[in-house]
């Protein structure tokens, strides 16, 4: 059975030993998104051709914050990350448009990447937050979930199912 | 009509001028969330009376990352946090129990607290997903949002309609 | 005559104390440009109908840049920063195109703002070498100084001579 | 009766309210120090002549550690630290030579500076456990305390009795 | 003769070139302790059954610490921390209990951990010390010192004699 | 055609993808300086007998600026810095002298250290400028710029022509 490996003998949180593990290729993908009512959208989008910086400061957060992850999250492994990118799709909903955020983190070494592209999708969706709740505080943002991830030794290749979104 | 205040004259991000603003006293209430499983809804809550941290943990990381927002979110002000407190409540739900996690961020400053109590938010949530990962990775964070929000000069005090979750 | 204040009674560096001076609203404004060749130029300017990135990202570095001044900078004191602004100009050279990069900061506070603005300025340009040097290392940055500075206490406004620019 | 603040209602760890308390002048006084062996402290002492940089090293840590305390301490305010001194002395020991390292750390805020006063006397003894540890691992850092607290809202002025070092 | 390696050519402080030091599993242990009155000890004794947070928030402070010791001690190397375990111990005392503070940490590097052991040691001291000054400022820390180190290449291990305590 | 690596599919920023590239050792040379009027060259070059700090201050704060450089240029990505060293000298000009600042950095790694000596270089002439600026607010930084470069895999080594300063 799967086990909480993030306690030690007295019952403490402890960032577990991971110098065992052999050096492998990962690979995490993660969503987050976040809904913006129609006026939200229609700036930002018009942005994209004219001055258009909400998607980029976003994006820019994103990637730092995958970057920052092993000193936010208290028991995650500093890790060498060797490449992040982030990308955008819109979603036309009933209440407004989802902005979707797709994050795909990458790492050679012993410890998976799942919380670096989680916690870039969710720091790009706050960043958008940020820069549009002048205009609307009544933003909703996530689910924000892992869509994928390859290249662990101890744990198998994990991919999520459709549908499964909520 | 509100407007984006984030835009310098070249169209660019910029950290808007609040130093004309007053100090205020000023709260903001955000929640977020996380479904988990049973297996892991069970661990965490007998850990409450064993040996328990995965709770604690996680409001330690979301209560640090209220203090760095403002290195975080790029356009965020530096405020003095005045005091941060996050509680937890659970909620089962059909498909296993959801972990609510409630913020109160407090300052005297210029500006407000809504994304200092955010980014808690959030962060706490992600701390919870790192620490059960091993056993379950389809955990699912969210929705994140205010609830509430007093003390702004500019504009009015915010509450969330009930019902208006999702 | 002006004296050295960051040395304590051992003669060891000392971050000077403040406590006494009153808050004013203090502003500062700095310069720094990094000189590029024309297929850069031409790539970034490109870049600003197209997709351009470069100066968004480097804005953006800068701003975050300018919060954690007291937390590069060692004898810097942590102050609020109010606002920051930067923009950009080019200005055709000899060799190539020099992209101008001008920092606003402004606080109220008991400090003034020139080291924020100053190395705001900095790296925004060392963002910019970041962002093309794939395409050519030979990039210069600077020269970078103050161009004016309001509001201290015992220190009189300060405003650099035109032409004094090296 | 004095109690513990940094619990919520819930029995876990909060940040303080303090922003009802009002902004007073504070200071605190707190001491390291490091038992070095007499070639290390021969080494030391010779240097403040001839190069010596290991205290000022260690003195730029201390200086530098003060102002993240917020970020190291988990229920730490933010506070805008106005002003922070180190200073060095030297005590014959049967077993070697102490350094005694003496912080004095100064606000005017909401609350007190005792962290700031302590977390930089720890880290300036760090650093030059640090930069001596090729020579000697067996230096003994501390006791570290509070000497003195004033300026307090809520809590009278503190000073150590003499003779209560250990 | 051993020798201090944090000098360069101009007698100033360098961080030292590992580039050539082979890749190994270290390990080192630190310890520190806190001396706290009868009142303290008991409440935190009584919270690991009822509420009990203060060891949770140090134990947290203390690894996130040692993840941070590169950006704390100048001339630390950056380096991968592979797993890092924090107990704690009572002692009873004349004057009170002491709380011992046992940090292990462990990496596959070139360069060695006592100072991700030491300073997480020191920063979960200092966690409590904050964490109970509302009660008692009079607390003391220390002494903090490197128990016992293995895996370095240049130099060999080290294991601190009985009875050196203090 | 060499060209911009910093940008994905939609045109957005990105950390590049380095985890196919071989770990090299790599080194890279940088450059800044800064020109002081005669008075606060003689404070400074006094200092160096008598109480001198302005270079090791400014010197640990390259240092420290070296290892932060990832979290400050966004796009940079995370390397195990294996070594940093700073050293200084002054050039007589007709308006004053300039401290000429030369950072070396080196890695083993699968990316270049361009932009840590770089970063390194910068910061220490803005310490520099903030612990001189109450005796003169006119000394300008730079040009600042790479000198040399080794180790790279897909591009080739880089070394500056001389009198291709400015």
Known sequence: MAEFTHFNEQGRAKMVDVSDKPETVRTAIAQSSILLNDEIF???????MKKGDVLAVAQVAGIMASKSTSTIIPMCHPI??????????????KRGHRLVITVTAKTKGSTGVEMEALTAASVTALTVYDMCKAVDKGMVIGPTYLVEKTGGVSSPDYKRQINQKE
Chains 1, 2, 3, 4, 5, 6 share one sequence.
């Not at 229609?42 to 994209?48: D, G, Y």
């Not at 060498?80 to 909903?93: C, H, R």
Request: net charge negative; charged share 20%.
């Open 80 to 93: 060498p990350l060797s490449g992040v990118n982030i990308s955008f799709q819109w979603e036309k909903e």
């Open 42 to 48: 229609e700036s930002i989008a018009a942005n994209t």
